[in-house]
Structures are given as structure tokens and as C-alpha cells.
């Protein structure tokens, strides 16, 4: 790669230990799961260390300082992702997880016609855009064709058919399984064709590519967003939900609070405006600067300039992986063309548990392995049997079927996937 931002991340260059005492260069292609730290946020963090205080009401110097950086990010984020200040809240959360899962119930609550009890999902989700809907409203999923990819004609099918009983389309941004970039402005425009609202699940979309969530035209607007820092070199356990402040404004929270009230007596409760009556007790300062730092990284990175680099990346690799015999590869076979660094595949007669340990073990190389919480996604893709299904459920000791994920970050480079393809190779 023609970049030096290698040596903007921490700990790229450390060795790590194999099972014989042998010291080798990590490789680190799961980053999917998570990504190393920029060294500048480190470094903002140890500095901002310093003048941490407790944010809100507090009249000394420190409290003040860490209440004005607080507050402060919300614009920084929305900005980030071309969000909208006047009609959007920023509510910081840990991760995407908990951003879903709140906006679930927060919409349950609301939900007083109970006529618009559906949601409409996909199969090629992350359980944790699937799980927090189950029990709260009917979740209908749009179909993937053989490939893994949305099947656009079923989602407008299902729009048509349900009419206003759509309370909510809810979309990953980009698959952590196949790197499947979705066509986002195209989906909203649908979505909001048929008067319904969309989220985009951004966890593996937001840190590889520029998002905007006021789209081209009204009709591609983008009404929530939720994603993780530690997906975008910004660990500490933060993540944000985004979405229209009035949505926020129509019931209390899901946990109440310290900082989720304008007044309280004993027989009375007036909430505090959104966002904070939904970021209940004291919040997670260090990790809401260590995204704004890695926001600031990546802007001067330029997102365009990280998709560009990664999908060359991704090409170089995949032309690599085709010349091995025994590797199949999974969704988008070809090209990088509408994905992200994320490459699936399988090596004939090994499992993927077996694949992963001998990469990690004897060459040190780091992928995941399994079903990537996707399991119906993987389910789809590896054409698994109602039949065998039916088997793991009766029997939990039974292995899950799955495949090995190579992941790509802005510090990997073209002779890490050398080395890896040389493994592969060998195995």
C-alpha cells in the first residue's frame, strides 16, 4: 500500500507466541470482529485523563471541560455521518447491540396502533438486527438469492403487502459475513415510498465508508443509524443510536435514572428532553473521546481514500484465493466491486474450525471462524437442509457448520495477504 497508516495503529507490529515458543508477526485479519487501536487515541485518552471529571451539573473546572466534550461530540458524529442537528438525536450507547435493542423497545412502547405490528428484516442479518424484534412485533425477512444478495423485488413485495402495517424496515448497511455493501439510498427511497421508516444497522459499514444520512433527495433520508467505535479503531465501549428527536420524546426510557429526568417527586416524573433521559446513570466519557478522536483520524484519512485502498486489498487477495484448487469462496466471488474487506470461504474437507486453529497456531495468523452471528445467513449460503437444521436442534453437541472469514483494516497490506495465501496454501 501506498500509505503510511500502518503506523497510525497500535500494536500492529507486536509478535505473538505459537504453541511451540516460537515468536512470529501478528497478522491480524479479523477485523470485522474488532479493530486495534489508533495510536492517537491512546494518546487522546491518557491526555483527556487528566481533566476527567463527571459531565453535567458540576460546577468545577474539570466537570465543565468533560461536559462541553461531551455534548460537543454529538455535532462532531452527526457531522460524520451528514446527519441532521435540528432533527436528530445522538443517544451514546456500548455498541450496536444495545443501540438496536433500545430503539426495539422504545418502539414497542410506542406502538399504541397496534395495527403496525411489522417489521421488516432480511436474512442476511447479524442476530443482533434480528433477536431484539422477535418478541415485540411480527418480523417478515426479505430474501437473499443464491449469491447472499438482497433480493430488492421481495422487499417491495412485502411493502406492497403489508401497506401501513410496516412499522419499521431495518437493514445492515454492509454484511459481516459477506461484506455485502446495500444499496442504502435505493432501499430508503422504497421504504419511504410505502410511508414506512428505515434503520441501517452501521457497524460494518460506517468505518469503511462515507455515509450519509440525509441521502441526495428527502426520500433517501435515512431516519436511524446505529454502530460501534470499537469497530473503527476506538475501543472503551461506546457505540451510538441516531435518530429523529421526536421519536424519543413520546415515552420514558427503557432504564430510568440518574440523568433521565427534568423532575422528580414522589408522585410525579417529568423526563428530560432526548438524549439524556435515554443515557441513564453516568455515561462513558473515555469512550465518547476515543470515537471522536478516531472520527478525526479518519477524516483526515479521507473515507474515500480507506474504501479505495481496502477494495484493492480485497481484489488482490481474491484474485490470490482463486488460484487455490481446494478454496471455495462465498457471495461475491469475483470482484471488491459493492463490498467490503470481508472475503468468506471454505477449504475443502477441513472444517473451519480446523482451517482457523492452523492459521493461528502455526502461522499466526488471526481470522474468525463459524457463523459470525448470522447463523441464517450462513444457513442460506452453505445450502444447509430443513432436515440438518432439525438435527443440531435436537442435538446441541452436534458442530455447527460454518466458514472462515478474512477481514481487512487500513493498516493491512499486500504481504500479510502473501503470507496468508502461502498458509493456505500449505494447509
Known sequence: MLN?????????????????????????????????????????????????????????????????????????????????????????????????NKLANRLSTNNNDSTKNIIISSEMEHHSNDLPWRDKFKVEYIKVNKNGELKLDDLEAKLIKFQDRVKLVTITG????????????????????????LLVDGAQLIPHHSFNMQGNAEIEKVDYLAFSAHKMYAPFGTGVLIGPKEKFLKSGPDYSGGGTIEMVTPNFIRWADPPHRDEAGTPNLMGVIALCEAIEQLNKIGMHNLAKTEKELTEYTLRKLHKIPKVKLYGNKQNANN?????????????????????????GIAVRNGCFCAQPYIQKLLNISPAMLKERINNSELSHPGLIRASFGIYNQYQEVDKFIAALKQI
Do not use: C
Not at 487522546?44 to 474539570?62: A, D, P, T, V
Not at 462541553?68 to 435540528?86: D, P
Open 339 to 363: 463490498r467490503v474487506g470481508i472475503i468468506p470461504f471454505a477449504i475443502s474437507n477441513l472444517t473451519h474450525e480446523e482451517v482457523a486453529s492452523i492459521l493461528a497456531n502455526k502461522f
Open 174 to 197: 454492509a454484511s459481516n459475513v459477506t461484506g455485502y455493501l446495500n444499496p442504502i439510498s435505493q432501499i430508503a427511497g422504497l421504504v419511504h415510498n410505502y410511508n414506512a421508516e
Open 4 to 100: 503510511n497508516w500502518r503506523q497510525l495503529v497500535q500494536g500492529v507490529e507486536r509478535r505473538v507466541p505459537l504453541p511451540d515458543g516460537k515468536l512470529v508477526p501478528y497478522i491480524n485479519f479479523d477485523n470485522a470482529a474488532t479493530t486495534p487501536p489508533l495510536k492517537s487515541v491512546m494518546q487522546k485518552i491518557n491526555e483527556f485523563g487528566l481533566w476527567y471529571s463527571s459531565i453535567h451539573r458540576g460546577k468545577g473546572y474539570k466537570s465543565r471541560l468533560s461536559s462541553n466534550l461531551y455534548e460537543e461530540a454529538r455535532e462532531k458524529i452527526l457531522n460524520f455521518v451528514n446527519g441532521n442537528s435540528e432533527t436528530h438525536t445522538v443517544i451514546f450507547v456500548k455498541n450496536t447491540t444495545e443501540a438496536i
